[in-house]
T-cell receptor, first 114, second 112 residues
């Protein structure tokens, strides 16, 4: 099993550019989520989804869009990148009723906005 | 999920035992206590979970007093490779409550 795959691993954007961070899982997990982690800080929840066609906002959703057309994929879109979005982004997945130990995280995407 | 409070950072030396305490005064009857570990440039990974008393696995021990309002993660004889951020989470199902919220965690720095 590949688990949770995030692409790309590194990305540099100019202010105002758009891009999509990809997240795919092959475990048939209903629940998927996106976090950002700034230097020296914990993870903050951006958006999450409990199944295909269902998404909701987390703690810091502004500037990001998501969609969930399939169970496997949960892309995160930055429509107009800003330097404040420079961060490491993690995708996580689990079964919907998974206990707290059941979360699988990707290896992250390091994004720099200049 | 119940709110948790942990120290921001801790320092230790190789070979020492490290204890990281987490406060969770509003823990609910059905809540479990779960700890995740995050190495630099990696996503968090599960290390241990418990409900009451003591739980031990090959990596750590988790001590939970009778009132369950706090818990202590114990790492025996730490090495340099244990340098990481440790997160304490309290709840039953993250997905069912729709939001798995991480706090700032505890940065453990192990020195030679």
């Amino acid at each position: 099993n590949a688990g949770v795959t995030q692409t790309p691993k590194f990305q540099v954007l100019k202010t105002g550019q758009s891009m999509t961070l990809q997240c795919a899982q092959d475990m048939n997990h209903e629940y998927m989520s996106w976090y950002r982690q700034d230097p020296g800080m914990g993870l903050r929840l951006i958006h999450y989804s409990v199944g295909a066609g269902i998404t909701d906002q987390g703690e810091v959703p502004n500037g990001y869009n998501v969609s969930r057309s399939t169970t496997e994929d949960f892309p995160l879109r930055l429509l107009s990148a800003a330097p404040s979005q420079t961060s490491v982004y993690f995708c996580a997945s689990s079964r919907l009723t998974e206990p707290l130990y059941g979360y699988t995280f990707g290896s992250g995407t390091r994004l720099t906005v200049v | 999920l119940a709110k948790t409070t942990q120290p921001i950072s801790m320092d230790s030396y190789e070979g020492q035992e490290v204890n990281i305490t987490c406060s969770h005064n509003n823990i609910a009857t059905n809540d479990y206590i779960t700890w995740y570990q995050q190495f630099p440039s990696q996503g968090p990974r599960f290390i241990i979970q418990g409900y009451k008393t003591k739980v031990t696995n090959e990596v750590a021990s988790l001590f939970i007093p009778a009132d369950r309002k706090s818990s202590t993660l114990s790492l025996p004889r730490v090495s340099l490779s244990d340098t990481a951020v440790y997160y304490c989470l309290v709840g039953d199902y993250g997905g069912a409550t729709n939001k798995l919220i991480f706090g700032t965690g505890t940065l453990l720095a192990v020195q030679p």
